[in-house]
Nanobody
Framework: QVQLVESGGGLVQPGGSLRLSCAASGIIFRINTMGWYRQSPGKQRELVAT???????VYADSVKGRFTISRDNAKNTMWLQMDNLKPEDTAIYYC???????????????WGQGTQVTVSS
């Protein structure tokens, strides 16, 4: 099995910064694309940013220029640096990873349990 564990969420004032982490563990052969998604109350889960194994990135328009996604393939870890946070960034942030397990010919998608980010004065 594969586990994704997020950390780094919390309460921050508008204009502040947070850094989220996502650590993958388990019987992992390779992690392909990883990503961050978020969900606010009453809204559907939405893409925040994704990063491929060779560090090609995609960002939602709403976070471009403010958020930076990165990863360390050797440590099976991904980060999301969030700067100039706005109240509308308030949501539960979920880590996502497409993982090839040892001995498996195919990949599977895994999700973390989520971490709350609240932006409020």
């Amino acid at each position: 099995q594969v586990q994704l564990v997020e950390s780094g969420g919390g309460l921050v004032q508008p204009g502040g910064s947070l850094r989220l982490s996502c650590a993958a563990s388990g019987i992992i052969f390779r992690i392909n694309t990883m990503g961050w998604y978020r969900q606010s109350p009453g809204k559907q889960r939405e893409l925040v940013a994704t990063i491929t194994r060779d560090s090609s990135t995609v960002y939602a328009d709403s976070v471009k220029g403010r958020f930076t996604i990165s990863r360390d393939n050797a440590k099976n870890t991904m980060w999301l640096q969030m700067d100039n946070l706005k109240p509308e960034d308030t949501a539960i942030y979920y880590c996502n990873a497409v993982v090839v397990r040892l001995g498996s010919p195919t990949s599977n998608t895994y999700w973390g349990q989520g971490t709350q980010v609240t932006v409020s004065s």
